[in-house]
């Protein structure tokens, strides 16, 4: 069954006609495509546009028929049918319209989301045209409180504008569909992987596609080299593209500490230029069979950022490279703000920040973020008690809808060894309540399997390093009986 998608948030007119769409015929012929396939898409839209948008005359004849009978018959026509149109034409433009026709449904629609995307883009900037006018006209009549609240108003509903799916089945119906996809599809394929098979074993392979993993943990205890891990190793075993984005820091940092994990040298050489040659080469022979699959996109310029600067690099790199990332990496999600002006307590902003964090992992990335513990009253540094998500900073309620939680733990003792420990709390489809001894050199940014560095060191890693084992392990209690499920 088609997605449907609810209409757009109401605007209260289109800005004047003889205006264009912002791309070429090509894309406009794809996007004439998409209304007369998707009828949800095309009611939620077609209100907002004009056949003056269209520079091919054709395909602006066209949808002036799809306007009318969707006035007529409260839905869209297919382009077939519009192409019956062209028989009460003049014999001269009978067929030249029809050959037009017939090519627009050969049209690409690979880049269906990226369409649907800039159409909204479209209409933000109309409905932005349109409040600027009218906001003008109170300020020059000397309402400037008026004006405010005009322009105001108008950029909150712009905020706000965008397209949501309707997640719905007909259950008993649809069980030919649900067992063929079951049978046809690969489980693993949209499951990035972390590189710690204790992990992965827990995440059925790796975080799945349209789910999101929150860690937490005490100040300076790996968040940062985590996530840097995990993107690291979604690239090096699930070849998939990564897009992180750096909230706290800098790129170059965070550039620094790729290059520490991939090349397993010490983050202060990686600084400082001095690889040994043997390590430059293999680390530039690595890259070359990993072009274009991560990004790493600073933003650290102010203190405001929220998810739709996310969604807007996102949408800029697809128009601009045609790049669309797997999985996405956010360092971190304490850092980010509400989409919504109107709250004001931290606790109700970072809520909001990281539901809005789940709505963009819902659109198809595997999203991995950090969030900060708790001020502990304990000695962190001799304590092996093992951190639970109900000690999160702020307010717990922002991450109960994580598909994931878990947390990094580690004491003075075990740093000097080189060990941590991961506490796999909750994973909605599959059982947790575990940890899991890990390898953790801040030296070379690197959290890996434990076993992978006890005897058999891989490529990169420094000779000499001692087995890892478990210093101190605390149980924690079954997670499921300390609090309610999310």
Known sequence: MPIERTPVTAVSEVASAGEHFPFGVEYQASLLKLLAQDGSFASAVMPYL???YFENEVYGWAFSRMQEYRQQYENVPSLRLVCEYTRSLDVRAREFFRLTLERVLEADLSAEHWLRDTVIDFIKRHMFV????ESRAFFNSGNVESSYRSMYQ???KIFHTQWETIDRSFFFEELPQRMSHRMGADAYADAVPTGIPELDNILAGGLRKGEMGVWIAYPKRGKSTLLVNHGAQAVRRGDFKVLHYVLEGSRKMVENRYDAVFAQEEYSRIKDGSLSLESWQRLQYEYQSYRAKLIIRG???RWTYSVADLQEEIRELKQRYDWQPDALVVD???LLRARESHLHTEVEVQRAAFRDLK?????????WTASQAQRPKEDLETSTEVLQSRKIADCYDKVRVADFLGTINQTQEERQAKQARLFAELYRDNQAGQVILVYADFARMTIASAGAFSGNLPIGAVAGVAPVVPL???RPPNPIQQRAPI
Do not use: C, I, K, W
């Not at 349109?130 to 006018?133: E, L, P």
């Open 50 to 52: 004009q056949p003056s």
């Open 154 to 156: 108008a950029m909150d």
């Open 130 to 133: 349109m409040a600027f006018h």
């Open 299 to 301: 933003l650290t310029e």
């Open 332 to 334: 971190y999600g304490d």
């Open 472 to 474: 101190g392990y605390v």
């Open 359 to 367: 709505t963009l992992a819902n659109r198809g990335y595997a999203l």
